[in-house]
């Protein structure tokens, strides 16, 4: 079956499109990419990924797309199209630098929207959700480096990450800081649990601000579960009940082992139940 995607304004077979090799874009890795997930064609959490979006387009001074406020209407087009409207799907969307604008030009560079929507492997989510083993990565982040609060496409830290982590027999890689505290996952972020409290790093540990992530603090905090964001260290995977990592396309997903410690999933089932009632 011929699959669409939309780039420049129009919708397109995905065999025909294409970027310049000398954009900044595909070079440099200027740009920024949110990925989503919708379900029947509801999008989860659409306006939280675009308000990210914009504000990493102003923060790279790149400019706003002259379609972004199409998005949804052409993502619900894209699931007609490709025949995923009543299946669940991931939405991937791409803003990217399209020229090589002079280095001294203050003017904003502009930029190439690009959408592409393919079906989602749950049964590779049912496996994350049934357990995940991570790995503490050998190497610490920079935790002032302003790039780990964006989606930057040079995402190449992360993806070195995981293939780190998988080679050696792991699901997920998890950062330190130069400080040694915890931070996120190479494609998620990370809470513990502690009695029926949860702690999660704080933003400015060098982490993403995920919009799962900020889904489940504020679901649980209206729920009355407590919730700290605050500094954590590895040695406080010894102390807690429980750990789990979450995203836009798994949600949540417990850790079973994080290096050698392991844990009893039956501890933290309840909250963890309690946890997913939420995205019902």
Not at 9 to 21: K, L, Q, R
Not at 48 to 60: C, F, N
Not at 176 to 205: D, H, K, M, V, W
């Amino acid at each position: 079956m011929k699959t669409y995607i939309y780039i420049d304004g129009a919708v397109i077979p995905e065999n025909e499109a294409a970027i310049s090799p000398f954009s900044p874009g595909f070079l440099f890795g200027e740009g920024l990419f949110e990925t989503l997930r919708a379900d029947t064609g509801l999008i989860f959490m659409l306006p939280e990924h675009l308000e990210r979006m914009r504000a990493g387009l102003k923060m790279l001074n790149l400019q706003i797309p002259t379609d972004f406020d199409q998005i949804a209407a052409v993502s619900t087009e894209l699931l007609t199209k490709n025949r995923l409207l009543h299946k669940t799907a991931t939405i991937k969307l791409i803003c990217c630098a399209r020229n090589l604008e002079h280095k001294t030009s203050s003017l904003k560079v502009s930029t190439t929207l690009i959408i592409r929507v393919t079906e989602l492997n749950l049964d590779e989510i049912g496996e994350r959700q049934r357990g995940m083993r991570a790995l503490i990565l050998l190497w610490r982040r920079n935790r002032s480096n302003p790039l780990l609060a964006i989606k930057s496409l040079n995402y190449l830290e992360n993806r070195y990450g995981l293939k780190e982590a998988v080679r050696t027999g792991f699901d997920e890689g998890i950062f330190l800081n130069q400080e040694g505290e915890l931070c996120e996952g190479t494609f998620s972020n990370l809470f513990l649990i502690r009695q029926r409290t949860l702690l999660t790093p704080p933003l400015n540990a060098g982490i993403l601000a995920g919009t799962t992530r900020d889904f489940i603090l504020r679901k649980a905090r209206q729920a009355g579960i407590e919730c700290q964001e605050m500094p954590l260290l590895a040695d406080d995977l010894k102390n807690c009940d429980g750990a789990f990592l979450t995203s836009s396309l798994m949600r949540l997903a417990p850790l079973t082992e994080v290096d050698q410690k392991t844990f009893n999933l039956e501890k933290s089932a309840t909250l963890r139940r309690q946890l997913l009632d939420f995205f019902k």
